[in-house]
């Protein structure tokens, strides 16, 4: 690893609508957290890399000082993760993100972070040309070898189609649902080669105007681009509550000239003929929502969704295309 940015891009997954684990693949929990991966080199420099390639080794101290734990020359995926209360607790992720130096170090007292690895990409030698199960199995040997302790955490993994099963029911503690990865795939920067199953009905959309004020949204309008890359209308929120509209207050931007719902109109519900009065926001905020898998003809959701959170993780690049259901 002769540069800190020579980390690889994350491997990625594309929803299936089927729980049951495949044939020759192994499960993996799905974490309710940020995907990352962490670096040492030799000259004992660390990195931790968002998904989208952004640096957060300042914001999660304690995991940068943690990697000291680590060989030299290592990379590991996987999810950074807080518990509180006996659940994850995405919303600390985010409290977290972009605080740095004294703030960070205050942050990492008061909502310890961990790192759930998943994935060995390099342990003195690149091993992404290598199969999941002779990665897995190098990983579990790391976590043997060096005796990783907490803020270190194995991500457990079966190829048990019960006990793949029975970790749906960790919903109640946060977690999404399952990851599936094939045993004889090598690991791909940037290919969606694995599959990921929601236990919750739960997507992400971008939001491109809200109803009311920036200042004071009421409800959001949803969008998702095309193949052709148009960013398309899918549907609005239900009222958001107040928590909601202030985390949107502060993240929403009014619209630039060049929006491309300039000059549309939105009706209040599925069928309706009735307009709403809309506010055209800069097209960049994603937002988790829990949605109806009812679509109509066009590929809109039929009924109002609900807003969960804002998603400043991702980027409106990384969601699903219109039309689809995932």
Request: charged share 20%; proline share 8%; aromatic share 8%.
């Amino acid at each position: 690893m002769p540069s800190p940015w020579s980390l690889p891009d994350p491997m990625l997954a594309t929803p299936t609508p089927d729980p049951a684990l495949p044939p020759d693949h192994a499960a993996e929990p799905k974490w309710d957290g940020y995907r990352a991966l962490v670096g040492r080199w030799a000259d004992g420099r660390v990195l931790i890399r968002s998904r989208a390639g952004g640096d957060l080794t300042g914001a999660f101290p304690e995991i940068a000082a943690a990697a000291a734990d680590l060989p030299d020359d290592t990379a590991l995926d996987g999810e950074l993760v807080v518990w509180e209360n006996g659940r994850l607790a995405f919303e600390r992720l985010q409290q977290r993100h972009h605080r740095r130096s004294a703030a960070a170090a205050q942050a990492a007292t008061q909502w310890p972070a961990h790192f759930v690895a998943f994935d060995l990409l390099r342990l003195g030698t690149d091993l992404t040309g290598q199969p999941y199960r002779e990665r897995r199995t190098a990983l579990e040997g790391l976590f043997i070898s060096r005796r990783l302790q907490p803020p270190w955490t194995l991500c457990p993994s079966t190829t048990d189609p019960h006990l793949a099963a029975e970790w749906l029911q960790w919903s109640s503690v946060g977690l999404e649902g399952l990851v599936f990865k094939r045993l004889d795939q090598r690991y791909l920067p940037d290919w969606k080669a694995w599959r990921k199953y929601r236990s919750r009905h739960s997507t992400e959309a971008v939001i491109g105007a809200v109803t009311g004020t920036l200042a004071s949204p009421t409800t959001a309008l949803l969008g998702r681009f095309d193949a052709d890359g148009t960013l398309q209308y899918a549907g609005r929120t239900t009222v958001l509550n107040l928590a909601a509209r202030q985390a949107l207050a502060a993240a929403l931007q009014p619209a630039r000239p060049d929006h491309p719902w300039t000059g549309w109109t939105f009706s209040t519900g599925w069928g309706s003929r009735q307009q709403l009065h809309v506010q055209l926001v800069e097209p960049a905020v994603v937002a988790e929502v829990a949605v109806d898998v009812s679509l109509d003809a066009s590929g809109r959701w039929r009924h109002p969704v609900r807003l969960v959170r804002v998603r400043t993780d991702l980027t409106p690049s990384e969601i699903p295309r219109f039309g689809e259901r995932g």
